[in-house]
């Protein structure tokens, strides 16, 4: 009997060192392809972020008065409750219009190469000014957003002291500057792939890391890699087989209206895969609500293989562990309207019949 | 030169306890007037609150998914950022409908003897169910709402702590009761005019511990008073002289849709004037966004007194002094919707036009 258990001891012993070696290659693997999420605001080239500057850009992130309305806030869309976006196929704006496109997360989005789906922005300022002017988002106007902040003294003073020895600091591209701050915050450091990689081996179960190999073996990591698993590069939808038109509708060509260049006719950025699991429906129409079923497509579409169920399974299960320590974010005090402080746009009492608001430029996320 | 030093020490000495024997006296009187906002959470009569009850309400407070939409919840036009109100004339709602009535307050609402313009719902519990299910606000119902809570496990988890020993935690009168604690939290104590009253009369200056004196002499003090400054009870609108139809519609008779008592038309509930510097615009049909010209207004409606410039100017520095310590929210962290969760209301391009939304019932705030 003590022969026998000793055994069992001994091979399970070796079973575990077995199991040792094959994670720890895994985990080397996977440090070669992805890396952690820091657990440090990432600096921002050309605009470093100060408290003041992170502070103002947080007020102006949840201010309602950017927008021609009144009642949209950039958080309506990147709601910081719902994992940075709104859950909805496309997002609803002003004059209840829906947008082209599904709203991606601002969280961890300092990581990206590029913003929008077509990486027409090349970082998050410039990306800050499209929806607060969008007629479909925020249907402002750069001289209205100004008269709103410089109607307000407490805005003045906190954009002196976010851009000092700048002789007039309420510009747009200084709102755009302290909503890029404040956006580079937006943080999710120590997810379980994170503490997977970082060394311990344990933060991941079997299925999960069945799901990690699978994900670098079947092909995915080869556009989602890097930080984000995702956002540093732009690849046709559809490389082996295109998906139907509800989930790739001919109207939107993506990154070739960015480019004019017929390669990159439905061409988009690789969707950063972080806190995926919170950030429900996919895809650039959302039109696909279901993670297990958003792989499966990407599997036929962009590898051309029929993942089986398990297969499918464990790579969802893999995503789930990417869904980190979401940012704690205090609701600001914004400061109070003035007499000087500009109106909200007198509501038409259906705006869209009467076409004010589409008149508006109407660029896509 | 000695001795005219120490006459004009003298004379200063005696103007000095000339006023504050005047002080004294206003705040003597003051208190028998108003009483200060408690700097903790007041009890709610029939439903405790608790760190987990109030915690789950802050969640649902902030949670979209409450509407059909999905895009609108109770802080869209309550929002804590502002005041705890829109800062619009009227609200924005379900297929950009504009609302009734102007958005009230939240903050220190705990305190009204009834909610609503019109006192409809005796306690924040009855009063959260309302803009959820109207047709122009959150267009949700009973049903959906919990069929999106039932969907998720962590509420199912958090609607059981909350509410501990009921066999059913996840009812709509529970959504109601957690909204309601959380509310309950949503307190502005420490204002001046609350330092003042504690004893500290040089909180207010000469001017606005005259608009303090012209409050109670001219009349506001008779309907404005108790912790709010108003909420405790109804008033007509135009006691002296009705003011125009602009401000005050003959379509909107206030209470009179209540109790149908022909007295009760054009009947309010006396607004409360905590933080009222900071929820502009003002009355019921949000039509004055300017708290000079709202004071004026009341003098010869309510009191038949035509105040000079320097009375509404006093009056309105004494309003500044009610502004308290806003609370300090984090944004909740919600979880993720499953694949029972039902999803929003697909968008019709113009719901509108579709007659989809309007057809619900639609109560007024």
Chains 1, 2 share one sequence.
């Not at 002789?167 to 994170?194: G, M, Q, W, Y």
Request: hydrophobic share 40%; net charge negative.
């Amino acid at each position: 009997m003590k022969r026998a258990l000793s055994t069992v001891a001994a091979l399970a012993l070796l079973a575990g060192s077995a199991w040792a070696a094959t994670d720890d290659d895994l985990r080397k693997r996977a440090n070669e392809t992805f890396k952690p999420i820091p657990s440090m605001v990432p600096a921002v080239q050309g605009n470093p972020v100060t408290r003041e500057k992170a502070d103002l850009g947080r007020m102006l992130f949840f201010d309602p008065r950017l927008s021609a309305s009144g009642i949209l806030s950039c958080n309506s869309c990147h709601n910081l409750a719902m994992g940075g976006d709104d859950n909805l196929e496309t997002s609803i704006g002003h004059g209840w219009q829906k947008g082209p496109r599904n709203s991606p997360t601002v969280l961890n989005s300092v990581f990206n190469a590029a913003q929008f789906w077509d990486g027409r922005a090349q970082d998050l300022r410039t990306q800050a000014k499209g929806p607060i002017q969008a007629g479909v988002e925020m249907a402002a106007t750069p001289e209205m957003v100004l008269g709103v902040l410089k109607s307000i003294p407490e805005y003045q003073q906190r954009f002196k002291t976010a851009f000092p020895g700048e002789a007039d600091a309420v510009t747009f591209d200084n709102v755009a500057k302290a909503i890029e701050a404040f956006e580079a915050t937006l943080i999710t450091p120590a997810s379980r792939f994170d503490q997977f990689l970082e060394g311990n081996v344990n933060a991941l179960n079997a299925q999960e890391k069945e799901g990690l190999r699978l994900f670098m073996d079947t092909g995915c990591s080869g556009c989602h890699n890097g930080v984000n698993l995702g956002g540093q590069d732009y690849f046709p939808f559809g490389v082996v087989e295109r998906p139907g038109s509800d989930i790739l509708p001919p109207g939107d060509k993506g990154r070739f209206a960015v480019t004019k260049t017929a390669s990159d006719e439905y061409v988009f950025r690789a969707v950063p895969l972080r806190n995926v699991a919170l950030t429900a429906p996919y895809f650039h129409t959302g039109k696909v609500w279901d993670l297990e079923q958003a792989v499966a497509i990407m599997g036929t579409s962009q590898l051309g293989k029929e993942l089986s169920r398990d297969e499918v399974n464990a790579i969802t299960a893999f995503l789930h562990t990417l869904s980190g320590e979401q940012p704690r974010v205090e609701m600001p005090l914004l400061p109070a309207s003035t007499a000087q402080t500009p109106r909200p746009e007198p509501l038409v009492k259906n705006s869209m019949e009467k076409g004010a608001a589409v008149e508006r430029a109407t660029p896509v996320r």
